[in-house]
Structure formats: C-alpha cells, structure tokens
C-alpha cells in the first residue's frame, strides 16, 4: 500500500512543470547571455482549455530569455499540432529558433509543420548557421534536422554549421539527438543543445539519472542534464512532455532550461 502509494505520487509530481537552470563560460562574450530550451513537448499543453500553456510562457516570461530554442519534437505525431500553435503565437516577443525532431518526421507532415513554425515567427535551421546580435555581443546560431533524414545529409548538414559559424563567436549547435555526441565534438561547437531522451522516462533519485532513452537503450549516457565534451558543452533537456507514448514520468519532471552563457 504504501509502495503503490509512493509511486503515484512520483507520477503525480512527475507532471509538474520545472525550470532547470545551468551555466556555461566563455571568452567570447561580455557579460551573459540567457537562453531557454524547449525540446520534446509533443503538443502538449502546461495551461488550462481556457488559457492554454499559460503555466509555460509564465515560466518562460519570469526567465526573461535572449534566445528561445526548440530542440526538436515542438509538435507530434500523434496528437494535434494546437497546442504547438497556441505556444509559438505567444513566443512572438522572443526571437525563436527550430529544429525538427524524429516524431515531426514520422507524422509525415514535416512540410506543413516547418511552414506553420515560419508564418509563426520561428526560424526554422536545416543545416546553416546564423549570426545573431544579443546586447553586444554576436553569435553564431547553427541547427541541423533530426538524423532520421539519413546518416549522410545529416553528417552534411552539420559540416555545412560549421563552415557557415564564424570561429570568432561563440557557437550554439541546436540538434534533437544527444547519442551523436562525437559527431558534434569533432566539429567544435562550443554548446550544443539536444533533447530526445525525455529524461530516460524514470529516475531513481541519487543513483539513476534515467532508467532508458531510444536509440540509447537502458541506462543512457545521455538522459539528460549538462555533460562535458571536452571542445564544448552538451545540455540534454529532459522535454516538456507529460508522458512518452502513453507510460508516465517517475521521478522526471517535464522541464523547461535555462542556461546562462557567461563571460569567463
């Protein structure tokens, strides 16, 4: 009894909205840069019908971002594209930026779903790289699609980053999958932000960090949180689904992230 209720109120807890802070230095930059990274909603909405992902943008708006970054997964396969709309519409303060994960490309309706996160203020990264002015600083913004375009156009689409990226700035990879790791620590980015893995779906408290991620497996490497690749940085949002294809979230809050780029 006391087991089962422990359990649910992990489930219960593991619904709630959290907001993950980390931070990172650098020497090219003054001063700090904010960056919010969203991966992995899957249309799902933090609001009520009436005020839908109020809960997220008050999240969002109370961090006061420079950047928005969606790591992929925004929208579904499954359930409809609204809530993703509702959100992008609300993030039209905020300079946004796209990248498509492996369930936008399994609703077959990648086409449609880039085009709507265009006309809703998104811009949208297929393997290039944009220079973007914060305050006073400059930054090189790189994104690739998710690799379930192919292993070749995707190892392209990240060469194509890097030789777009003025070396001078500091470098933000934008990508779904945290297991190609060694790819983007061959290429130089100095961060790069990934989702995918929703947390590895269970966590055991001081002792698992996840219990299984796809294409990862049991016990992954790269479940979630800030790992260090030697060249740069990785931060592995745990996304901001309430479940993942139906099984709940033990012990693995959906999270938005907040990562500070500071001035060494």
Do not use: W
């Not at 006391?2 to 649910?8: F, Q, S």
């Not at 008050?58 to 809530?83: E, R, S, T, Y």
């Not at 309706?109 to 949208?124: H, P």
């Not at 960090?209 to 931060?235: C, E, S, T, W």
Request: proline content about 4%.
């Amino acid at each position: 009894m006391t087991a089962g209720l422990v359990a649910l109120a992990a489930i219960i807890r593991g619904r709630r909205l959290s907001v993950v802070r980390y931070e990172v230095y650098t020497n090219k930059i003054k001063g700090k840069l904010r960056l919010a990274l969203l991966s992995d909603l899957h249309s799902f909405n933090h609001g009520s019908l009436k005020n839908p992902q109020k809960k997220l943008m008050k999240a969002i708006d109370g961090c006061n971002p420079d950047l928005v970054l969606m790591a992929g997964d925004i929208a579904d396969h499954v359930i409809p594209h609204n809530n993703t709309k509702i959100l992008l519409r609300k993030l039209g303060k905020y300079p946004v930026f796209y990248v498509s994960g492996n369930h936008e490309y399994k609703s077959g309706e990648i086409r449609e779903i880039k085009r709507f996160f265009r006309e809703l203020g998104a811009d949208v990264l297929e393997g290039v790289s944009r220079k973007v002015s914060i305050k006073e600083n400059k930054v090189n913004v790189s994104g690739v699609d998710d690799a379930i375009i192919g292993t070749e156009r995707f190892k392209k689409q990240l060469i194509n980053c890097a030789a777009e990226a003025d070396p001078a700035l500091f470098t933000i990879l934008l990508s779904h999958r945290p297991e190609k790791a060694d790819l983007y620590r061959k290429l130089g980015f100095d961060l790069i932000l990934t989702g995918h893995t929703h947390g590895g779906q269970v966590i055991i408290p001081r002792y698992v960090n996840g219990i299984y991620a796809v294409h990862q497996g049991f016990l992954p490497k790269y479940a979630g949180g800030h790992y260090d690749l030697g060249r740069g940085d990785m931060i592995v949002g745990r996304g901001l689904s309430k479940s993942s294809r139906g099984l709940p979230r033990v012990f693995n809050r959906p999270e938005l992230v907040i990562v500070d780029v500071c001035e060494a």
